[in-house]
């Protein structure tokens, strides 16, 4: 199935909503549909095949897909739908369901009109307004035109010869056109006049009106009548102020350019906007020889832009404006080259707020994520040495985090631990942990208290490699359980089966045995797993031995850099650290009256008074006394 050789790159995809886009080998789009999240939508379809027959033949005739990013699920409704609409894909004909996205119809075909909600638009005579998204809004929309027009919500036929109204014309929600000595057929008509302004999008006038009449009743103290008032101004705010990106009469027709630049070169992402919606949207990239000038801020995407413009246009229609996301070194002949062409007055924009703004960043986003798709080949390569690791070690899912741990020591003496962490395929530095081995009782001091040790011997010896291991992953895991995470999805020992032991051992204790973990010898390179008998031995140009090997080689170079800098520390002791009550700058002091160490062993009680006081002289002749 061609999908499945597409796994790296659905793997690459961006966890955000949007829209995607399948497309056979002839490069037809045969596909349009949204997501709350790209990646998880567009790996479903690596399971779906045997689902039904139609699925399986998308699934069989794709040979690509593409992806658009949109800043919500909303917006991916409104492009989804445009899309369709414009590239007609077969298998959303075949696919699809009768739902679609809600229209308000008024029923001018009808004597007495009505505001209903529509799922389609139909050459039937009556006026239809939207669609609307989501869907409660169009409701509120008709539940508002009720309460401004007393446009009829019944279906009753009306003749004007009923007795008396029903509850809407009491609690003043329909005009009762039902009888006739309350409301005529021509009152009525005005009222579905306005109510057609309305839905057709004149908004600021009935702000206006709605606004002054708010203000009417407030001085009057119908305060009632007020508030509705007031409701119904926040309600024809919303309908005017909360356009979509993807789908707004106020955008207009326009091209939307957004740019990526790197090292690799450029990707331009082309939103074509056409009567206020995104009908289209088209890739571009250049080179990496066209390289930065000293132009600008930005002189590498304005150059880039620049030259785009000139190529797209050279057989496109070109729209009233182009909106850019940085001023063109040679603005202004663009912009008359443009004229010519359109035969009218073409304008390069750079918006700076709001919606068009919205719009552009947009495109920005999408240009970045065709960038990475484009030219980021390290990518691929992560990917394929995590899928690598996954089938040979049989794991649940691909290991995107992965721990691993190293001791460092010499003969016993300032063992220490590192824990390095790698996420998809790059190492966080973030996330990196040291330890220092604690003892266990075999500490040797000669003043025989714990903690008093010589400088000799200013640490204890831990010499037992398993035992430091499972000490590190118990602290670690420990640690991590009381913060809820994040748990890896692979560990890595340094070492071979004993420390991997060791490490299981810990992981048992905490409950958590359900963990993968494996050593990594260092003279094999083998792999060692618990459930294996015999170790693994992957090819030395495999990608997850190689990854496996720089994790290795990253804690064993944290590992080691922490325990060099612990004997440093460890040479730069005194043994008067070791007495009560001295500490760096009594120390220093002592050092400085007497000379040295040895002077300060031979010092008297008096000398010892006049530099740290009695009570501390006392304690560092006791603790020299000791030590002999």
Known sequence: MPIRDLKSRIDRLPEQPGVYLYINAAGETIYVGKARSLRDRVRSYLGAYGTNPKTDALLNEAEGFDVILTDSVVEALALENNLIKQRMPKYNILLRDD????????????????VLVARRVERDGNVYAGPFMPASLARRVMSLSHRLFGIRSCNEEINGRRGRPCLEYDIKRCLAPCVESLCSQDQYARAVADTGLFLEGRTDELLEGLTRRMAEAA???RFEQAAQLRDSVRTVQTLRDRQQKMASV???DRDVFGIKTGPAGAAIQVFQVRHGRVIERVDLFAAAEMGPTEKGPDPLAADVLQATLQQFYFDREVPPEVHLPVELPEAEATEAWLTERASRRVRLVVPKRGEKRGLLELAARNAGQAYQSRFNRGDAAHYEALDTLRAVLGLPALPRRIECFDISTIQGSETVASMV????GRMKRSDYR????RSRGNASSVSGRPGRATAASAEPRYADDFAAMNQVVMRRYQRVLEQGGPFPDLIVIDGGKGQLSAAYAALEELGLANLVAVGLAKKEELVLTRDREEPLALSRSSSALLLLQQVRDE???FAVTFHRQARRMRDLRSELDGAPGVGPRRRRSL???FGSLAGVRRATREELTTV???KVADAVLAYFAAAR
């Open 612 to 614: 740290v006081g009695p």
């Open 250 to 252: 106020e955008l207009g």
């Open 219 to 221: 001085a009057d103290e």
């Open 555 to 557: 804690a064993h170079r």
């Open 434 to 437: 040291k330890y220092r081995i």
């Open 421 to 424: 962490v790698c996420e998809d």
């Open 99 to 114: 739902k679609n996205y809600p229209y308000l119809q008024l029923t001018t075909t009808e004597a007495f009109p009505r």
């Open 591 to 593: 050092l400085t009256a």
